[in-house]
């Protein structure tokens, strides 16, 4: 087998298929673990999709039989940056700080503990193999999840689950995902990424100005009061982006002309 430094092939790998950008973490002999060109390559593809009008949704997958096996202890080892070269406020992978207006999906195909699994939690929706587990070991050695996941985990799933994943560092399976709602679908064995692309097309198919919007409003609103006059401000400015539209008008108007709508995000 060749050394990996003697392979030339990129640290991630992009991918349109029609609205939906595929980003591949390629270090498939290292399990896809984090090294700074991993990072580096994923936050720049990103940042690609984010500036492309034609791009309505992301799927993060891995290459070979991992989705993602968390840092690369041999570079950590050897004192190495894993950063994305000159943006560490990308974080982790230069995907778990790395905010994109469009939804990201991941789509699990394999391992997934530890820095994989805090790359789902990063994620606006997540598809999971169902051979493939979900967990933070790492106090197990030492650590802590510190890539989001002790911050993000309890945001999704019951403190006190989270709380027992965290401080036990045990696993749970997909299914158990699911029942939780850390994951959206689990998906046959070897189908995640076609399960995520379906899903993908889904969303796709919608208003992309209501649906960035959507999802913005979601997550900037996660924490407040229902009833915070901040929350409904926030609210009334998204309304006036959405419902001021072009494609506000095109929505009634496709329905009642029976036909598809034909999107102008804008």
């Not at 046959?188 to 796709?204: D, Q, W």
Request: hydrophobic share 45%.
């Amino acid at each position: 087998m060749a050394d990996e430094s003697t392979v030339t092939e990129p640290a991630a790998q992009y991918e349109r298929r029609g609205g939906i950008a595929v980003i591949t973490l390629n270090r498939p002999r290292a399990l896809n673990a984090v090294n700074a060109a991993l990072a580096t390559a994923v936050g720049t593809l990103l940042e690609q999709a984010e500036a492309d009008d034609d791009v309505r949704v992301v799927v993060l997958t891995g290459a070979g039989r991992a989705f993602c096996a968390g840092a690369d202890l041999k570079a950590l080892a050897t004192g190495e940056s894993i950063a994305a070269d000159g943006h560490p406020e990308w974080g982790f992978a230069g995907y778990a700080q790395h905010w994109i207006s469009k939804p990201t999906i991941a789509a699990v195909n394999g391992f997934a503990l530890g820095g994989g699994t805090e790359l789902v939690l990063a994620s606006d929706l997540a598809v999971v193999d169902e051979e493939a587990q979900l967990g933070l070991p790492e106090v197990k050695r030492g650590l802590f999840a510190a890539a989001g996941g002790v911050i993000r985990l309890q945001q999704q799933i019951p403190r006190k689950v989270a709380l027992e994943l965290a401080l036990t560092g045990e696993p749970i399976s997909a299914a158990q995902g699911k029942e939780l709602g850390l994951v959206n679908r689990v998906a046959p064995h070897g189908t995640a990424l076609e399960m995520a692309l379906g899903l993908a097309e889904t969303i796709a198919a919608n208003a992309p100005l209501s649906v960035r919007e959507s999802k913005s409003m979601i997550h900037r609103t996660a924490h407040g009061a229902d009833w915070e006059p901040g929350v409904w401000e926030a609210n009334a400015a998204a309304v006036k982006v959405v419902f001021t539209s072009d494609d506000a008008k095109e929505g009634p108007t496709a329905f009642a002309q029976k036909r598809q709508p034909v999107w102008k995000g804008r």
